[in-house]
């Protein structure tokens, strides 16, 4: 048997991942403080997204997204990473919200992640095995971080992955085409 990263698209088995798509990953500050991150999802990335998402609701494809929110009120759970890098996004938070332009509907799953990798502190996987997904096509923020860490946990889990390189952004040009680069043996672009 042959096996191949190109395949047909089959939208009953496949998963529109958006990553992080979530106030705190861009608002006003951190527009001002990464204008390139800014005018990378106001020019592109946004308006692919809200595409992608039209598209795969319109061929019956699962529409998923991850963002990074505490499970507790003190952020007890969050991984030791996250602790360290003071990443604390208090449940039910402004914050933890998926940004307004890419608002999951009434019928997509939301994951709250407590860790850069959303197979390491979610049930992802068991998740997508239920509804029969094999393969998982990711988009969001940040490129180099966790959207490639999504990227190699999504191949290393048996998934086929496909990443839409101008459906990611991150704080620089060089860190986004470094990050593409990296993870390229991984998932179909």
């Known amino acids: 048997m042959h096996l191949s990263r190109l395949k047909p698209f089959d939208p009953t088995k496949t998963c529109l991942l958006l990553i992080d ?4 990953v861009w608002n006003a500050d951190v527009a001002a403080r990464f204008p390139y991150f800014d005018e990378t999802i106001r020019e592109t990335v946004l308006s692919n997204l809200k595409k992608l998402i039209t598209a795969f609701r319109k061929a019956g494809g699962e529409v998923m997204y991850t ?6 009120k003190d952020g007890r759970d969050r991984s030791l990473d ?6 604390f996004i208090a449940k039910s938070s402004w914050e933890a919200k998926v940004l307004d332009d890419l608002a999951p509907g009434d019928d997509d799953i939301v994951l709250s992640k407590t860790s850069s990798g959303v197979f390491n502190s979610t049930n992802i ?17 940040l490129t180099d971080q966790c959207v490639d860490h999504a990227v190699r946990d999504v191949a290393d889990s048996g998934f086929y992955p496909v990443c839409i390189s101008n459906g990611c952004a991150t704080h620089s040009k060089e860190r986004h085409d470094n990050a593409l680069n990296a993870f390229k043996g991984y998932a179909g672009r």
């Open 67 to 72: 963002v990074m929110e505490n499970l507790t």
């Open 21 to 24: 798509t979530q106030n705190c």
């Open 82 to 87: 996250y602790k360290l890098s003071d990443f």
């Open 125 to 141: 996987e068991y998740i997508l095995r239920n509804i029969g997904i094999d393969t998982v096509v990711m988009t969001g923020f």
